[in-house]
C-alpha cells in the first residue's frame, strides 16, 4: 500500500506534469529545430510566434463562447485552434515576405539572420500585447478534470489523491497526434521529401530541381501550425501571459539543442528531459521518500535539490552540459 | 450643499494662509501623489485635511491659531526624491509636523535621513513593514496603521482557535510577503503550532505546481498565502486545489478581494484570513464626514489619515506648544486611555478639555491604541469564506 501511496504521490506532483509540459516544450523546440535544419538560423522570435497564434485562438475562442458554439466537456480552444493556425500562417509568411528574404536573397550569414530574428521577436512582442493586453488570460472551458484527487482517492481508498486535469490528456494526445503526422509528412510524402533533401545538401536539392521558395513556403507553414498548437496547449493547460510566452524560448531552445539541432527526433527526446529533470530536481521527495523508505528511516528535511525559483536554471546547466561535451546535441544534429 | 461646504473649506484655508505666520500653524502631508498608489493619496490627504479644517474651525487650537496644510509629493518608491521632498516642508516651509509618508520603503528614507536630523515629528497613516516597529526614530514616530507583525499575530490567534496546528507557509517574494510571512511563523510557532515549510512564490508565473508539489510534500492542515490576490496567490490556489494538495486555505489581507470570490466560489469553503477593519462607531462618522465634504470615505486609509493629523495637533494642544521637541512626547498620553473618548468630528470639544487640563483618549476613525513605540494596535475583520462569499465571522 505504500509502495502504491508512493507512486500515485509522484505521479501526481511529478510524471502527469511532466509528461505535460514535456510534449508542449517538444512541440515547440520541433517549431524551432525545423528553422534552424532547413532555414539555417536559430528562430528568436519562435516564443512570441507562439504567443500569436494563441492569441488568435483565444480571441476566436471567446468569440465561439460568446455565440454560444462549444465542444461540450472538450475546451472549445481545440475547435478554435484551426483558425488560430491560419492566423499564425498568415503572420509567418507576411514576416518571410517582408524581412527573412531579403536576407535570404542576399545569403546573409546565420548571425545576421539570428539578429533579424530577434528584431521579429521585439515586433511581435509589442503586437500581441497592443492586442490583447499583457495580462493573463484565462480561456479554458469544458470539463476541468478527466480524473480529480478527491474522486481517485474514494475509488481507490489510497491516501494520495491523483489528479489528471483535461488539458493535461488533450495535450498528450495532441502531441501524438500532431508528432505522428509531421514525422508521416517528413518521411512519406514527396514535399518532405525534399525538405529533408534541402536541409541535407542545399546544392544538391536545387540541382535535382527542388523549387527553394516552396520548401521555404511549406517549412513556415508547419512551423505556424507547430508554434500554435504548442502556444494554445501550453496556454490552456497554464494560462496565456504574453511574458510567459517570451520566457518560454529558453526551455525551448534548450530542448531543439539538447536533442540536437536540426534533427527532429532529438527536438522531442530534448523536450521530455528538459521538462523531467526541470520538475524532479526541483521536487521535494519527503513525501514520496516517506512512503517508501522503512519505519524510523523517514528523511526529516524536504529532500529538495534546488529550490522551484532555480528551475530555469537547471535547463541552463542541462544545455552547458551537452554543448561541453557533446556539442552536436544526443541525436546528432547540425553543431551550433 | 457639497459645493457650499467645499467653498467654506477653500475660504477658511485661505483666510487661514492670509494671517498666516503667527496665526497658524503648518503641518505636512507628505503621500506618493504620484506612482503606485496615486489612485489612494489624493482621499488619504482630503482625511488630514478634514481634521485640519474642523481645528482651524473650532477656534481652540492654542488660543485660536490656524492651521494649514502643505502638500509634498513622497512619490511612495524613490527614497532621494521622498527626502528632498521632505527637506524642503522643514527648511523651506518651516512646517511644524509630518503626516506621512505612505509607502514603508519612503517612510523610513524619511524618517532617517529628515525626520531625526530635524527633530521632526512624523505620524505614518499607511507603512506597515513590520521593520519600522525597531527604526531608531527618538521617539519622534508614529503610525495610526499596524504593523503587519501584528497581522501576524491575530492570524496565528485565529488558526489556533480554529485548532488548524500544522500549517504550510509561501510568500509573494517582497518585502511585504517576507515580512508578514517570518511574523506569523513567529507568532504560531510561539502559541504550539507547527509550520511545516516556508517557500517563496514569484508572481506574475503561469504555472505554479512546482512550488505547491513541494508545499504538499512538506504537508500541513492549511496553506497560508501571503500573496496578493492580482498576482501570483490565486494561481498557487488553484494549483493546490487541482493536485489535492490542500483545500484550506489561511488569506492575509493581500489576498482578500472580490476576485477571490469570482475565481474560486464555493472550492474555498472554510478557508479564513484577516484584513484591517473596525466595528467602531468612528468609523461610521467618519464615513460621513467624507462623503459631506466631498472625499471617498471607503477608500483606504482614509481614517488613518485623519487620526494621524488629529493626534498631531491634539498633542500640540496638550503640551500647549506647536514645537515637535514639546509634544512629541504627548502623542501617546492623547491617544490612549485614561480620560474622555473622542470621535471624529469632536475635535474642537477635545481641545477644550485639553486647554482645560483635562485628559482624553483619542479613539477617532480608526479606533486608535498605540502601543509598543507609537504604533497602532490595529483592529482586523476575521472573514471566513462560507458559499463562495466573504463573510465576516468577528473583530480583533
Given at each position: ?36 535544419g ?24 471567446w ?6 458554439i ?69 480561456f ?54 525534399s ?5 541535407d ?89 516517506g ?12 529532500v ?33 | ?78 527614497a ?26 519612503v ?21 506597515t ?28 490567534t ?48 503561469a ?5 505547491v508539489?513541494?508545499l ?91 487620526d ?5 495637533m ?16 504627548k ?10 473618548q473622542?470621535f ?7 481641545l ?45
Amino acid at each position: 500500500m505504500d509502495v502504491l501511496n508512493a507512486l500515485v504521490a509522484l505521479s501526481n506532483f511529478v510524471l502527469v506534469p511532466a509528461l505535460a509540459y514535456g510534449s508542449q516544450l517538444a512541440l515547440g523546440a520541433l517549431g524551432v529545430t525545423l528553422i534552424y535544419g532547413i532555414l539555417r538560423f536559430s528562430n528568436f522570435a519562435h516564443g512570441d510566434t507562439m504567443a500569436f497564434g494563441t492569441m488568435v485562438t483565444i480571441l476566436v475562442t471567446w468569440a465561439m463562447q460568446a455565440a454560444g458554439i462549444g465542444l461540450g466537456p472538450l475546451p472549445t480552444a481545440l475547435l478554435a485552434m484551426p483558425f488560430g493556425i491560419l492566423g499564425c500562417m498568415a503572420l509567418v509568411l507576411v514576416t518571410d515576405h517582408a524581412v527573412y528574404r531579403f536576407y535570404r536573397v542576399q545569403k546573409a550569414k546565420p548571425v545576421i539572420l539570428v539578429i533579424v530574428s530577434i528584431g521579429v521577436m521585439f515586433i511581435l512582442n509589442g503586437l500581441v500585447r497592443f492586442v490583447i493586453g499583457p495580462d493573463d488570460q484565462r480561456f479554458a472551458d469544458g470539463e476541468r478534470f478527466i480524473i480529480s484527487a478527491r474522486t481517485f482517492k474514494e475509488m481507490t481508498g489510497l491516501e494520495e489523491g491523483l489528479a489528471i486535469r483535461t488539458t493535461q490528456g488533450i495535450t498528450v494526445v495532441t502531441a501524438v497526434i500532431v508528432v505522428a503526422l509531421l514525422f508521416w509528412f517528413l518521411n512519406r510524402t514527396r514535399t518532405g521529401k525534399s525538405m529533408r533533401a534541402y536541409s541535407d545538401n542545399e546544392d544538391l536539392a536545387l540541382l535535382s530541381g527542388i523549387n527553394p521558395d516552396r520548401v521555404v513556403m511549406v517549412t513556415w507553414l508547419i512551423v505556424a501550425a507547430l508554434a500554435t498548437v504548442a502556444g494554445v496547449l501550453y496556454g490552456l493547460d497554464k494560462s496565456f501571459k504574453p511574458f510567459t510566452y517570451f520566457q518560454l524560448l529558453l526551455p525551448v531552445f534548450a530542448s531543439a539543442i539538447v536533442g540536437g539541432l536540426g534533427n527532429p527526433l532529438g527536438a522531442i527526446a530534448g523536450g521530455f528531459i528538459i521538462a523531467f529533470s526541470e520538475v524532479t530536481i526541483t521536487y521535494a521527495w519527503k513525501k514520496v521518500l516517506g512512503y517508501v523508505m522503512p519505519e524510523g528511516l523517514e528523511p526529516e528535511g524536504l529532500v529538495q535539490l534546488l529550490s522551484t525559483d532555480y528551475k530555469f536554471a537547471v535547463s541552463f546547466v542541462i544545455l552547458l552540459i551537452v554543448l561541453l561535451f557533446r556539442p552536436t546535441g544526443l541525436f546528432r544534429g547540425k553543431s551550433v | 450643499m457639497k459645493k457650499l461646504l467645499m467653498a467654506t473649506a477653500v475660504a477658511a484655508l485661505s483666510a487661514g494662509a492670509a494671517s498666516a505666520d503667527d496665526h497658524a500653524v503648518k503641518l505636512g502631508i507628505i503621500l506618493g501623489f504620484t506612482g503606485p498608489i496615486e489612485s489612494l493619496t489624493p482621499h488619504m490627504a482630503g482625511g488630514a485635511e478634514l481634521a485640519m479644517t474642523e481645528v482651524t474651525d473650532s477656534g481652540a487650537l492654542l488660543g485660536g491659531k490656524a492651521v494649514e496644510p502643505v502638500r509634498a509629493d513622497s512619490t511612495c518608491t524613490d527614497a532621494g526624491a521622498a527626502s528632498a521632498a521632505a527637506e524642503r516642508l522643514i527648511t523651506s516651509e518651516g512646517v511644524k509636523g509630518i503626516m506621512g509618508a505612505d509607502c514603508s520603503g519612503v517612510t523610513g528614507a524619511i524618517l532617517s535621513n529628515v525626520a531625526v536630523p530635524n527633530g521632526m515629528v512624523m505620524i505614518s497613516p499607511s507603512a506597515t513593514s513590520p521593520a519600522l516597529t525597531t527604526a531608531d526614530d527618538n521617539g519622534l514616530f508614529f503610525r495610526t496603521a499596524p504593523s503587519d507583525a501584528r497581522q501576524g499575530e491575530v492570524l496565528a490567534t485565529v488558526l489556533m482557535e480554529r485548532g488548524i496546528e500544522s500549517v504550510a507557509v509561501t510568500y509573494t517574494n517582497n518585502d511585504y510577503g517576507k515580512g508578514l510571512a517570518d511574523s506569523f511563523a513567529a507568532a504560531f510557532e510561539a502559541a504550539g503550532g507547527s509550520v511545516t515549510t516556508t517557500a517563496a512564490h514569484e508572481d506574475g508565473k503561469a504555472d505554479y505546481s512546482a512550488e505547491v508539489g513541494a508545499l504538499a510534500s512538506a504537508g500541513g492542515d492549511a496553506l497560508v498565502v501571503a500573496g496578493y490576490v492580482d498576482q501570483g496567490g490565486p494561481g498557487v490556489i488553484r494549483a493546490a486545489l487541482d493536485t489535492g494538495a490542500f483545500d484550506l486555505f489561511v488569506l492575509p489581507d493581500g489576498m482578500i478581494g472580490a476576485a477571490l470570490e469570482e475565481t474560486f466560489g464555493s472550492d474555498i469553503d472554510g478557508s479564513v484570513g484577516t484584513v484591517p477593519g473596525t466595528e467602531s462607531e468612528g468609523a461610521d462618522t467618519m464615513l460621513e464626514m467624507a462623503t459631506a465634504a466631498g472625499i471617498d470615505g471607503t477608500s483606504p486609509y482614509v481614517g488613518e489619515s485623519y487620526d494621524a493629523a488629529a493626534l498631531l495637533m491634539l498633542a500640540m494642544q496638550a503640551a500647549g506648544s506647536a514645537e515637535p521637541g514639546d509634544y512629541s512626547a504627548k502623542i501617546l498620553e492623547v491617544a490612549n486611555a485614561p480620560g474622555e473618548q473622542i470621535f471624529p468630528g469632536e475635535l474642537g470639544r477635545a481641545l477644550e478639555i485639553l486647554a482645560g487640563g483635562g485628559d482624553i483618549d483619542y479613539v477617532g476613525a480608526t479606533d486608535v491604541e498605540l502601543i509598543g513605540p507609537g504604533e497602532s494596535a490595529g483592529s482586523y475583520r476575521e472573514i471566513v469564506i462560507d458559499g463562495g462569499k466573504i463573510t465576516t465571522a468577528g473583530y480583533r
